[in-house]
């Protein structure tokens, strides 16, 4: 059973995460960032394949997701929710991560509200994974259905909306610092999530030449804007292969 463990951040905020133990104390750490609607359980099956290969898991959620609080102005929110993470690494006596991996503004933040979340949910699910794997795996579309509308807030949609239409989610903007300090970058983007591997691939460059480092760029097959649910064996995969190599 998953563990709701809380911090307050300097702001005063609650964050909530969960921290896998791992086999060693040296254990590497793999920190894990959600999307919008997504509590850190979506990668419950994810945090299975990594423990199972020694790593520890960090995964938090973002405001207003699971039990994480809410900024009190829920219009003054920007990326600098990468601060929270930060605040909770120190917390956390986490000084060194061995990687990150983030979907969608999980993966920025490593770099308008509507009446009701449930109006959203089959239009969300339509756009991550298709009604075409929806159908063929009912028990994990039913999986991801619960938790989208069991573990987010009103609140916390608006502030990470906020977010994500503030200048700073424009990561085209950050390419030429994006990466600093890290020895290797791969980027994982989902065949089907709409024009997101023709943006990844400009990115890509971007990275590179902000960074004169290569950046890897792979597309697992069949996959949407969730890639570890619906592409989950190649997502493991590609992931376990860059961690350990």
């Given at each position: 059973m998953v563990t709701y463990n809380k911090f307050t951040l300097p702001n005063?905020?609650?964050?909530?995460?969960?921290?896998?133990?791992?086999?060693?104390?040296?254990?590497l750490v793999v920190v894990l960032s959600n999307s919008l609607c997504g509590q850190f359980r979506t990668w419950d099956h994810v945090v299975a394949v990594l423990s199972g290969k020694g790593y520890r898991v960090l995964r938090y959620d973002q405001p207003g997701h699971g039990a994480s609080g809410v900024p009190n102005d829920l219009s003054s929110t920007t990326f600098a929710m990468a601060d929270d993470v930060y605040a909770l690494?120190?917390?956390?006596?986490?000084?060194?991560?061995?990687?990150?991996?983030?979907?969608?503004?999980?993966?920025s933040t490593a770099m308008r509200a509507v009446g009701s979340l449930d109006e959203l949910v089959e239009g969300t699910m339509q756009r991550w994974f298709g009604s075409d794997w929806i159908a063929s795996n009912e028990d994990e579309a039913t999986r991801m259905r619960g938790i989208m509308l069991s573990g987010t807030s009103m609140d916390g949609f608006e502030t990470?909306?906020?977010?994500?239409?503030s200048a700073t989610y424009d990561l085209r903007l950050h390419t030429v610092t994006a990466g600093k300090g890290c020895s290797e970058v791969l980027l994982l983007v989902g065949?089907?999530?709409?024009?997101?591997?023709?943006?990844?691939?400009?990115?890509?460059?971007?990275?590179?030449?902000?960074?004169?480092?290569?950046v890897e760029l792979k597309v697992v097959a069949n996959a949407g804007h969730v890639l570890f649910v619906d592409g989950f064996e190649e997502f493991s995969h590609l992931l376990l292969a860059f961690l350990q190599g």
């Open positions: 005063g905020r609650a964050i909530s995460y969960d921290l896998t133990t791992g086999d060693r104390t040296d254990s690494l120190q917390h956390l006596s986490l000084k060194v991560v061995h990687a990150w991996v983030g979907v969608s503004m999980g993966a990470c909306c906020t977010a994500l239409s065949e089907k999530d709409a024009n997101l591997p023709t943006t990844m691939q400009e990115l890509r460059a971007g990275l590179e030449r902000g960074n004169g480092k290569p």
